[in-house]
T-cell receptor
Framework: AQKVTQAQTEISVVEKEDVTLDCVYE???????LFWYKQPPSGELVFLIR??????QNEISGRYSWNFQKSTSSFNFTITASQVVDSAVYFC????????????FGQGTELSVKP | DAGVIQSPRHEVTEMGQEVTLRCKPI?????LFWYRQTMMRGLELLIY????????DSGMPEDRFSAKMPNASFSTLKIQPSEPRDSAVYFC???????????FGPGTRLTVL
């Protein structure tokens, strides 16, 4: 069965610290997709990144970077030099190729960045 | 381009009343999804459509919930009769042909008293 685990419920850091949000997934499919979404206090869900199971290249976008490791079934998200505006709940999600578009979400990690 | 549009943004109703949530997907997207977010269960898929046809409604909690997509630019999620445990944020999302990214609307916060 598919499952996404975000073990960190809450993380609190001081501005300019680096922070890593962990995501571990379970799937029996060989073809699947992994996502990160951000939910700021205003409540909307903002897409950050999508990765497919055949592409293990790490990705960097500004202060954001993602580390995908199939060997450990992990897709971790790092924010470098965090800012107050990064405060939000971050969700990791999994979509399996044979399950249509169904997204399985983790429980989310609430990140608080203090000035 | 406009994103996914949902209305109303907030809805407060009394137990037993009918509630209708509305969604307009991004133009050109073939897939439309309805999710529910609660503290207890997190984000869960209720139903999704492909080209206006319901594909998987296994997440719909019970017969009180129904969803329709009469055309490519409009979908509704109806709860009749509503109950306090239906209180949640309901998100609509749309996507180009799969596999692709789902883009979410701002959500409707439903409170059933």
């Amino acid at each position: 069965a598919q499952k996404v685990t975000q073990a960190q419920t809450e993380i609190s850091v001081v501005e300019k610290e680096d922070v890593t949000l962990d995501c571990v997934y379970e799937t029996r499919d060989t073809t699947y997709y992994l996502f990160w979404y951000k939910q700021p206090p205003s409540g909307e869900l903002v897409f950050l990144i999508r990765r497919n199971s055949f592409d293990e290249q790490n990705e960097i976008s500004g202060r954001y970077s993602w580390n995908f490791q199939k060997s450990t079934s992990s897709f971790n998200f790092t924010i470098t030099a965090s800012q107050v505006v990064d405060s939000a709940v971050y969700f990791c999600a999994l979509s399996e190729a044979d399950q249509g578009g169904k997204l399985i979400f983790g429980q989310g990690t609430e990140l608080s960045v203090k000035p | 381009d406009a994103g996914v549009i949902q209305s109303p943004r907030h809805e407060v109703t009394e137990m037993g009343q009918e509630v209708t949530l509305r969604c307009k997907p991004i133009s050109g997207h073939d897939y439309l999804f309805w999710y529910r977010q609660t503290m207890m269960r997190g984000l869960e898929l209720l139903i999704y459509f492909n080209n206006n046809v319901p594909i998987d409604d296994s997440g719909m909690p019970e017969d009180r919930f129904s969803a329709k997509m009469p055309n490519a630019s409009f979908s509704t999620l109806k709860i009749q009769p509503s109950e306090p445990r239906d209180s949640a944020v309901y998100f609509c999302a749309s996507s180009p042909p799969l596999p692709d990214t789902q883009y979410f609307g701002p959500g409707t916060r439903l409170t059933v008293l």
